[in-house]
């Protein structure tokens, strides 16, 4: 089992900035990846951006250049740094851990919110 734990929503007016954070606990050994999914009013959950154990990372093409996942090893934490915020970032953000062996995302937290107001 793993716990995930978001914080770090809140409202923001476009432009800014917001750093969000996913800690980790639990069966921690058995996570392969974490992702940052959001979803919005209306709208499907999107994949926003994933850093693997490797340390490779992927993004959406919609914040490409604006967002920045990372972690911090020693303390089982994901970052997700957004900059330059826009109102169509609005939206509920879930960090998730892909897990072996079955490398599918099994886990998700229960959510942050990110409000940004034009």
């Known amino acids: 089992q793993v716990r995930l734990v978001e914080s770090g929503g809140g409202l923001v007016q476009a432009g800014g900035s917001l750093r969000l954070s996913c800690a980790a606990s639990g069966s921690i050994f058995s996570i392969n990846a974490m992702g940052w999914y959001r979803q919005a009013p209306g709208k499907q959950r999107e994949l926003v951006a994933i850093i693997t154990s490797g340390g490779s990372t992927r993004y959406a093409d919609s914040v490409k250049g604006r967002f920045t996942i990372s972690r911090d090893n020693a303390k089982n934490t994901v970052y997700l740094q957004i900059k330059s915020l826009k109102p169509e970032d609005t939206a509920l953000y879930y960090c998730?851990?892909?897990?072996?062996?079955?490398?599918?995302?099994?886990?998700w937290g229960q959510g942050t919110q990110v409000t940004v107001s034009s």
């Open positions: 998730a851990a892909q897990v072996m062996p079955t490398m599918r995302y099994d886990y």
